[in-house]
């Protein structure tokens, strides 16, 4: 019997391998990527990963700042009642940057008589993969998360600061964008940053040292299971944080913490192979075409674009979110697409064939496409 039908099974393969535990998390992420759960000791993993556990589902529905504002009468107005949470198959791993040995699950909600729970991204998520399944396509995708390293002691306003460099013992005050120094001086929270992703099980490729003052970029690989990279993508942030505070720092993925610096970004790349695993966005007469965008990616680019104002709601869920979205930071300000431009909506990037949709354009042709809108009229 496969572990994903066999829970006990399941515990006792890792408590074999991790006798030491002394407690596991419970957890999930929320709507605004936010990581709740219940911490519970070691003893009770296997009732736990068998029998699964009762939460509201209204902690879908908390704001950023964790308030409850009772959205549609769901939260104070109906009792609050609980869901059905079971823990996903699989998703039982180490936490290696933890003082104590423990350990973490991933959860997942369901109503009463066995239905997902509408509100739970994961759900959300799962439902639109089974609707490409139908369609015979599959989604590959990967994650890059941009964030600031800085120090736990804040300026006299309460704004943040950089940390000090462990090379030097000064604090970083300047920052050089694809600096290799600035990799070498936090050399090691990042190695172990990626030590603990592949524990996780996690694959880790390109790190970067961004444009602002203790800024990083790790890239996660590409994946045709959008649950797990979806999955990964929320346990890499709490990696990061976990292993900052053990070397006596943070780490934000805040989207402005200075106002007077460039922002954090996550960056999704996204294809769609058919069954023969071709590029289906790159498929079709227009493929050939001089502007090389194929129809499936003409309609898919039109139907993020569409969606988008309404989008922002997830995408940008605080004010934060939105000091970001200045002009000529490399940042999108408006329903914007095209090929190699950093200050758009939708980036369609330079690659080989199989990867890319389009010829290789001429930087005027390239700075031309990069300020079209797509007018979409949007449906009744």
Same mark, same amino acid.
């Given at each position: 019997?496969?572990?994903?039908?066999?829970?006990?099974?399941?515990?006792?393969?890792?408590?074999?391998?991790?006798?030491?535990?002394?407690?596991?998390?419970?957890?999930?992420?929320?709507?605004?990527?936010?990581?709740?759960?219940?911490?519970? *000791?070691?003893?009770?993993?296997?009732?736990?990963?068998?029998?699964?556990?009762?939460?509201?589902?209204?902690?879908?529905?908390?704001?950023?700042?964790?308030?409850?504002?009772?959205?549609?009468?769901?939260?104070?107005?109906?009792?609050?009642?609980?869901?059905?949470?079971?823990?996903?198959?699989? =998703?039982?791993?180490?936490?290696?940057? !933890?003082?104590?040995?423990?350990?973490?699950?991933?959860?997942?909600?369901?109503?009463?008589?066995?239905?997902?729970?509408?509100?739970?991204?994961?759900?959300?998520?799962? !439902?639109?993969?089974?609707?490409?399944?139908?369609?015979?396509?599959?989604?590959?995708? !990967?994650?890059?998360?941009?964030? #600031?390293?800085?120090?736990?002691?804040?300026?006299?306003?309460?704004?943040?600061?950089?940390?000090?460099?462990?090379?030097?013992?000064?604090?970083?005050?300047?920052?050089?964008?694809?600096?290799?120094?600035?990799?070498?001086?936090?050399?090691?929270?990042?190695?172990?940053?990626?030590?603990?992703?592949?524990?996780?099980?996690?694959?880790?490729?390109?790190?970067?040292?961004?444009?602002?003052?203790?800024?990083?970029?790790?890239?996660?690989?590409?994946?045709?299971?959008?649950?797990?990279?979806?999955?990964?993508?929320?346990?890499?942030?709490?990696?990061?944080?976990?292993?900052?505070?053990?070397?006596?720092?943070?780490?934000?993925?805040?989207?402005?913490?200075?106002?007077?610096?460039?922002? =954090?970004?996550?960056?999704?790349?996204?294809?769609?192979?058919?069954?023969?695993?071709?590029?289906?966005?790159?498929?079709?007469?227009?493929?050939?075409?001089?502007?090389?965008?194929? *129809?499936?990616?003409?309609?898919?680019?039109?139907?993020?674009?569409?969606?988008? *104002?309404?989008?922002?709601?997830?995408?940008?869920?605080?004010?934060?979110?939105?000091?970001? #979205?200045?002009?000529?930071?490399?940042? *999108?300000?408006?329903? =914007?697409?095209?090929?190699?431009?950093?200050?758009?909506?939708?980036?369609?990037?330079?690659?080989?064939?199989?990867?890319?949709?389009?010829?290789?354009? =001429?930087?005027?042709?390239?700075?031309?496409?990069?300020?079209?809108?797509? !007018?979409?009229?949007?449906?009744?």
């Amino acid at each position: 019997m496969s572990k994903r039908n066999n829970p006990a099974g399941e515990v006792a393969d890792f408590l074999a391998r991790y006798p030491d535990i002394q407690f596991f998390d419970a957890i999930y992420p929320d709507l605004c990527g936010l990581i709740r759960g219940k911490r519970y *000791p070691a003893e009770q993993l296997e009732k736990v990963m068998t029998n699964g556990l009762a939460t509201p589902g209204s902690v879908f529905l908390l704001d950023a700042v964790g308030e409850n504002h009772d959205p549609d009468g769901l939260g104070f107005s109906d009792g609050d009642p609980d869901c059905q949470v079971h823990a996903i198959p699989d =998703s039982l791993l180490p936490v290696p940057w !933890a003082a104590r040995p423990s350990a973490q699950v991933l959860l997942t909600f369901q109503d009463p008589d066995g239905t997902p729970y509408q509100f739970e991204p994961r759900n959300v998520l799962a !439902a639109t993969w089974r609707k490409l399944q139908e369609l015979k396509l599959r989604p590959v995708v !990967a994650f890059e998360l941009e964030f #600031f390293l800085i120090d736990k002691e804040r300026l006299p306003d309460g704004g943040p600061q950089p940390p000090l460099s462990p090379l030097s013992g000064r604090r970083i005050a300047d920052n050089q964008v694809y600096g290799m120094g600035d990799l070498e001086a936090q050399g090691e929270l990042l190695s172990e940053i990626t030590d603990s992703c592949t524990a996780q099980g996690i694959k880790t490729g390109a790190i970067t040292a961004e444009y602002a003052t203790g800024q990083y970029e790790i890239n996660l690989h590409h994946m045709d299971d959008p649950l797990l990279a979806a999955d990964q993508c929320v346990l890499f942030k709490r990696i990061v944080q976990g292993v900052a505070r053990k070397h006596g720092i943070e780490a934000t993925f805040m989207a402005k913490p200075y106002l007077d610096q460039a922002g =954090s970004g996550l960056h999704m790349h996204c294809s769609l192979l058919d069954e023969e695993d071709n590029n289906f966005f790159a498929q079709g007469e227009r493929a050939a075409e001089p502007d090389g965008v194929a *129809p499936a990616l003409r309609q898919a680019i039109a139907g993020v674009l569409d969606f988008l *104002p309404e989008s922002m709601a997830i995408l940008a869920p605080n004010m934060n979110s939105f000091r970001r #979205f200045v002009a000529n930071n490399f940042v *999108p300000v408006a329903r =914007s697409w095209g090929w190699e431009n950093r200050s758009l909506g939708l980036r369609i990037p330079i690659g080989e064939g199989t990867a890319r949709p389009r010829e290789r354009f =001429s930087q005027p042709q390239l700075r031309a496409t990069g300020t079209k809108l797509l !007018a979409t009229k949007r449906r009744k």
